[in-house]
Each structure stands twice: as C-alpha cells, then as structure tokens.
C-alpha cells in the first residue's frame, strides 16, 4: 500500500503539471497557426486574391468571433469583393457579410470612431448613402478617434 499511496502522492501534481504544460503548448500552437493566417491574408489581399482569403478569414473568426483586426480585414476584404463580384446573389452575399462584420466591430467598440468609419466606407460604397452618413456622425461624436495600428503609427 505505501507504493500505492506514493505513487499517488507523486504521480498526481505530475500529471497536472503535464497536462497543464500540454494545454500551453496547445495554446501557443493555436496563436501561431493564427497569426501564420494572419500573415497569409495579408499577402493574398495585397495581391487581390480576396476569394482565396475568405477561407482564412472565416477560420480566423471561427477561432476568434471577437478578434477586431480579423473582422475588419474581412469586412474590408468582402468590400472590395462584392465590388468586382459579376453574380447578383453572390454579390449581395458579400455585402450582407461585410456590413455584418462592419457592424460587429461597432458593437465591440462603440466608443471608438474607426469602427464606424469602417462601416460608413462599406456602405457608402454600396450606395447606402443615409447609413454612411449616420455612421460618419456617430464616428464624429465618439470619443475615441484613433485605431490601436494610427496609434502606432503616429509615434513611430
């Protein structure tokens, strides 16, 4: 029974202590994989292959629905999209989506202006031009006006 009893007593804080290294492990994995996606959108957008990110981008919000940069760069994506987009249905699809995107980014910073210039851009250039105006005023009275990345970039 000591044996037992020892193995017990040695056994149990090591296999929390590996399944807790295990569950960081898993959690880094995921951020890199997340971010190696992130990077990958980044390149297809910048080379206007919008239709082959879309699947990265929903991904990306699969793991992370909340994740502001992922949302706008899918909001933006889906914009310029719907804007080439030949198929009527399609299209529409793209401009519910972007402005469903657009929408939640609002929600998830209501007091910050960008969101809603994001949102007044996407509409604006879907002809709806009495939302994008509504947006463009709450965006003038929010109290926050720059994005984290103007921030940064302001200080550089």
Avoid: C
Avoid at 27 to 36: F, G, I, M, S
């Amino acid at each position: 029974h000591a044996t037992l009893a020892a193995s017990i007593v040695l056994g149990i804080p090591a296999l929390l202590l590996l399944s807790r290294n295990a569950i960081i492990h898993e959690r880094l994995v995921d951020r890199l994989e997340a971010q190696e996606e992130r990077k990958e959108v980044r390149r297809l957008n910048h080379d206007e292959r919008f239709r082959q990110a879309l699947p990265l981008l929903d991904r990306l919000l699969a793991r992370d629905p909340d994740d502001v940069e992922t949302l706008q760069t899918s909001a933006l994506t889906r914009f310029r999209l719907a804007e080439i987009e030949t198929d009527r249905q399609v299209r529409a699809d793209l401009q519910m989506r972007a402005l469903a995107d657009a929408s939640q980014l609002v929600q998830l910073e209501p007091q910050a202006s960008w969101p809603y210039r994001v949102r007044a851009f996407i509409s604006r250039g879907f002809g709806r031009i009495a939302e994008a105006e509504q947006d463009e005023r709450a965006a003038a009275a929010s109290t926050r006006s720059a994005t984290p990345w103007s921030a940064l970039i302001a200080t550089t």
